[in-house]
């Protein structure tokens, strides 16, 4: 049997290595006798996975030693609840800026705990395009708004926002769920990143928040204590049990990323990969993707085939090929192949060739 690619968008592939160690180590970790996720999250030998998990993951990001690093659960979609609770303080608004469906599910969580000031910063289109306004287009509300919101790449529109915006002393805070790791970053512009593992960091079950020391101390009083930023910080992440294989297994994501040269090397593998599909994408008739150029998402690339009607053919067939979960998300249609840092770039190029078969055989040729 060929190698298969897993293309999903998340729970999405993890890199082969990783897969591999994780094996080998599966029920006797390190000479212990048992697994890893048999050992107490207080012994000393998980511990020392856990801290040199964060270790590892501060040096890819060159986090600076003002922001604490959270690993907690909920996912993605905790944090939507958690950063008005812990942030808001004294305030009763936020602004969310939007550009696709993450943006606007985040929202709706929000609405929960304060007045959302709503901000579409797409651009308006007549041509089909979509493009985002450049970050200096972007307006805040008023000063009296908690923080800004948005959402850098959106996972099912396959739309990446490049530009960090100067939102001055408010706080900005990025769900960066399916574009963390992606490319180096500076930490410092931000307020709070978070972001669900089970895309670019890792198996489900874990979300990593890295919070500015400064926003620590304004949670509101009935915040669950597990979403509560100071107190998981102040708990090294476990004032309740946490998710310790999938903690575990990021750090081995971690680790992998080093030995690839981190996060320069990765960047300029992710920027060919997305260039190679792409390219091939705007060379054919056959296949379209409408996001402007500088909004394309190097992690989720969505097409269309000339007709819908196609769609079950070809994901049929991708399927029979070893090229699995192409389907796009059922909002927006047609395909999505995602190419997190864990997809080689042969899994883009067999992807690539089996586009070009399917048209041909589509055209008759
Ligand atoms: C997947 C995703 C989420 C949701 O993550 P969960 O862990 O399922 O809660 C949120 N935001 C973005 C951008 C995502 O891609």
């Given at each position: 049997m060929s190698q298969t690619y897993n293309f999903c968008a998340g729970p999405a592939m993890l890199p082969h290595a990783v897969m591999e160690q994780a094996q080998k180590e599966f029920i006797n970790w390190n000479n212990t006798g048992v697994s890893v996720m048999e050992l107490s999250h207080r012994s000393k030998?998980?511990?020392?996975?856990?801290?040199?998990?964060?270790?590892?993951?501060?040096?890819?990001?060159?986090?600076?030693d003002n922001y604490k690093v959270i690993f907690s659960q909920g996912g993605g979609r905790g944090q939507f609840a958690a950063v008005p609770l812990n942030i808001l303080g004294d305030k009763t608004q936020a602004d969310y800026l939007l550009t696709g469906q993450w943006s606007k599910l985040a929202v709706v969580e929000g609405k929960k705990y304060c007045q959302v000031n709503e901000s579409n910063i797409l651009m308006p289109s007549t041509d089909g395009i979509v493009a985002v306004k450049p970050a200096s287009q972007w307006q805040i509300s008023s000063k009296n708004t908690a923080y800004v919101h948005y959402c850098p790449n959106e996972t099912i529109e396959g739309i990446e926002i490049n530009d960090i915006p100067d939102t001055g002393d408010i706080p900005l805070v990025a769900d960066m769920s399916s574009n963390i790791l992606s490319k180096p970053l500076d930490i410092s512009k931000f307020g709070i990143i978070y972001a669900g593992a089970q895309k670019n960091i890792g198996p489900s079950g874990l979300a990593v928040v890295i919070v500015r020391d400064d926003l620590l101390d304004k949670a509101k009083q009935e915040t669950p204590s597990i979403f509560n930023y100071k107190l998981m910080a102040e708990n090294g992440s476990m004032f309740n049990t946490p998710p310790t294989y999938s903690w575990y297994l990021a750090g081995l994501v971690f680790k992998w990323l080093k030995a690839q040269g981190g996060l320069s090397a990765i960047e300029e593998i992710n920027a060919e990969k997305a260039k190679l599909l792409y390219g091939y994408i705007d060379s054919s008739d056959f296949y379209g993707n409408n996001v402007a150029t500088v909004n394309r998402s190097k992690m989720n690339v969505p097409f269309t085939l000339a007709s819908s009607d196609l769609d079950a053919a070809f994901l049929q067939q991708a399927q029979d090929a070893n090229l699995m979960a192409l389907k796009g998300h059922r909002i927006v249609g047609g395909m999505r192949a995602s190419i997190y840092n864990a997809m080689p770039i042969e899994g883009v190029k067999a992807l690539i060739g089996f586009m070009e078969k399917f048209e041909r055989q589509q055209r008759g040729l």
């Open positions: 030998d998980y511990i020392a996975v856990a801290t040199a998990a964060e270790q590892d993951l501060r040096d890819l990001l060159a986090i600076p």
